[in-house]
Antibody, heavy 121, light 110 residues
Framework: QVQLQQSGPGLVKPSQTLSLTCAIS??????????WNWIRQSPSRGLEWLGR?????????DYAVSVKSRITVNPDTSKNQFSLQLNSVTPEDTAVYYC???????????WGQGTLVTVSP | QSALTQPPSASGSPGQSVTISCTGT?????????VSWYQQHPGKAPKLMIY???KRPSGVPDRFSGSKSGNTASLTVSGLQAEDETDYYC??????????FGTGTKVTVL
């Protein structure tokens, strides 16, 4: 049974970097059949896919156009986890952030427990 | 990329059926058979209920079914039960390694 456990701060100041980590159990971040995603949810923007990392013959990333200039999703094979960094945050980035395993063919399953990140001075 | 359109609410009596629509465009829902549905209880993470338009993950009751016609996908919950009362979201692959979610529907069991 795959489980995802998120960690990271719940409060970030404007213009700073939001950083979250998602630890994987029951699967490998290097799996050639999985992709590892970050998704956020806010009352104003609803559910929004942010980006993913995955390994086939090499590591690849895909990012949503809305955050492409500010986002990095990285794998950490030594700890079997992956991370999200979102730079230059504003109050509009306030949301519950989720990590999730998923590909085009499988849907997003499972999801992490979610982390409420508030951007405020 | 615009969100997929879902009705804000839907309702049905216990034992009845309710169907939720998810309308997109030919660039997402209509262009790919990669539509999924999620159930989300308050304060919890979404749970996958349907993937690839109509496939059910292991453990999801067969009361939940999915379909698609043109640019609109649908989720039907048959034999409504009290625990089905919550929020539901659709999602679709939107090309160019991108995904889009629906606006969400609150299902009420009368």
């Amino acid at each position: 049974q795959v489980q995802l456990q998120q960690s990271g701060p719940g409060l970030v100041k404007p213009s700073q970097t939001l950083s979250l980590t998602c630890a994987i159990s029951g699967d490998s971040v290097s799996s050639k059949s999985a992709a590892w995603n970050w998704i956020r949810q806010s009352p104003s923007r609803g559910l929004e896919w942010l980006g993913r990392t995955y390994y086939r013959s090499k590591w690849s990333n895909d990012y949503a156009v809305s955050v492409k200039s500010r986002i990095t999703v990285n794998p950490d094979t030594s700890k079997n986890q992956f991370s999200l960094q979102l730079n230059s945050v504003t109050p509009e980035d306030t949301a519950v952030y989720y990590c999730a395993r998923g590909t085009i063919a499988t849907g997003f399953d499972p999801w992490g427990q979610g982390t409420l990140v508030t951007v405020s001075p | 990329q615009s969100a997929l359109t879902q009705p804000p609410s839907a309702s049905g009596s216990p034992g009845q059926s309710v169907t939720i629509s998810c309308t997109g465009t030919s660039s997402d829902v209509g262009g790919y058979n990669h539509v999924s549905w999620y159930q989300q209880h308050p304060g919890k993470a979404p749970k996958l209920m349907i993937y690839e338009v109509s496939k059910r993950p292991s453990g999801v009751p067969d009361r939940f079914s999915g379909s698609k016609s043109g640019n609109t996908a649908s989720l039907t919950v048959s034999g409504l039960q009290a625990e089905d009362e919550t929020d539901y979201y659709c999602s679709s692959y939107a090309g160019s390694n991108n995904y889009v979610f629906g606006t969400g529907t609150k299902v009420t069991v009368l």
